[in-house]
Nanobody
Framework: QVQFVESGGGWVQPGGSLTLSCVDS????????MAWYRQVPGNERELVARITVEGRPYYTRLSGRFTIRRNNANKTMVLYMRPLAVVDTATYYC????????WGQGTQVTVST
């Protein structure tokens, strides 16, 4: 039962940029606080940034260089990532905040020289 679809990942060099997108196939995103999470192999999934239904963003130590935005009418959320660093390499997921049970496949971000 996949609710969210993430896209926009890829390979970039340090200092580059990516824009991650999250699309909701249902009606969850527009009615809930949302967040971006990430997971590095061998580690637990962790919160990157979150945004309230009203659009107020909250950042963590992982997202000081990023910007989170949402469009409730379009049922989408984005994460503008710039400038990227090697430490940002991970698979990124979107979900509600707090996170629900079902996760999408995520989108892989790889930052390397």
């Amino acid at each position: 039962q996949v609710q969210f679809v993430e896209s926009g990942g890829g390979w970039v060099q340090p200092g580059g940029s990516l824009t991650l997108s999250c699309v909701d196939s249902g009606d969850i995103l527009s009615a809930n606080d949302m967040a971006w999470y990430r997971q590095v192999p061998g580690n637990e999934r962790e919160l990157v940034a979150r945004i309230t239904v009203e659009g107020r963003p909250y950042y963590t130590r992982l997202s000081g260089r990023f910007t989170i935005r949402r469009n409730n009418a379009n049922k989408t959320m984005v994460l503008y990532m710039r400038p990227l660093a090697v430490v940002d390499t991970a698979t990124y997921y979107c979900n509600t905040y707090p996170a629900g049970t079902y996760w999408g496949q995520g989108t892989q971000v790889t930052v390397s020289t």
